[in-house]
């Protein structure tokens, strides 16, 4: 069984460009959630995708946006960044409805921005 | 407001000791899950105990368990026989049955001393 993934590990943007971060969800489910995770902070939830849908989305402004493709995996876009976009983004994934609360996280993205 | 507090931002314990760490949270839902995570500087966030709210016994994991007083909204961590690799940062969370989010505290970083 495979594990959840996400890709790259790091990077480095400048503020006011965009950025694409890669999620692949452990083998057999269907949900992926985004949450970003502050330095000292506990992680806070962005957005969910359930069978490519958004599902659900936190208190983040609209440059926040993500995609799930037909295999489960997912995107989560940031546009015109800001400083404060620099944190650790994690993807978790669970299976179905049924089990949201079951969330597998990834080892997360760490995002700066100079 | 659905929020959780976690009071010790730090702790500390002799290896092989127990300690315990503290969270308390907040909502208005009596039906929802509670766990504790532990992130570890390798960052991926790890599921330690999980709790299910209608569940009046405490969740036991080897040498975790917590002590859960719902009434009360505490969901404490008890650490036996504390070891090197459990240093890490631990995060309190809950969510909703049939909720995306998870809900989490600002964390505890625990470290154990040899």
């Known amino acids: 069984e495979t594990g959840v993934t996400q890709s790259p590990t790091h990077l480095i943007k400048t503020r006011g460009q965009q950025v694409t971060l890669r999620c692949s969800s452990q083998?057999?489910?269907?949900?992926v959630s985004w949450y970003q995770q502050a330095l000292g902070q506990g992680p806070q939830f962005i957005f969910q995708?359930?069978?490519?849908?958004?599902?659900g989305r936190g208190n983040f402004p609209p440059r926040f946006s993500g995609l799930q493709f037909p295999n489960y995996s997912s995107e989560l876009n940031v546009n015109a960044l800001e400083l404060d976009d620099s944190a650790l983004y994690l993807c978790?994934?669970?299976?179905?409805?049924?089990?949201?609360?079951?969330?597998?996280f990834g080892p997360g993205t760490r995002l700066t921005v100079t | 407001a659905q929020t959780v507090t976690q009071s010790q931002p730090e702790m500390s314990v002799q290896e092989a000791e127990t300690v315990t760490l503290s969270c308390t949270y907040d909502?208005?839902?009596?039906?929802?899950?509670l766990f504790w995570y532990k992130q570890p500087p390798s960052r991926q966030m790890i599921l330690v105990i999980r709790?299910?709210?209608?569940?009046?016994q405490n969740a036991t994991e080897n040498r975790f368990s917590v002590n859960f007083q719902k009434a009360a909204k505490s969901f404490s961590l008890k650490i036996s026989d504390s070891q090197l690799g459990d240093a890490a940062m631990y995060f309190c969370?809950?969510?909703?049955?049939?909720?995306?989010?998870?809900?989490f505290g600002q964390g505890t970083r625990l470290t154990i001393n040899p």
């Open positions: 978790a994934s669970s299976l179905g409805s049924s089990r949201f609360y079951e969330q597998y």
């Open positions: 083998s057999g489910h269907n949900t």
């Open positions: 995708y359930y069978r490519e849908e958004e599902n």
């Open positions: 909502t208005s839902e009596s039906d929802y899950y």
């Open positions: 709790q299910e709210a209608y569940k009046q």
């Open positions: 969370a809950f969510i909703i049955q049939g909720a995306q989010k998870l809900v």
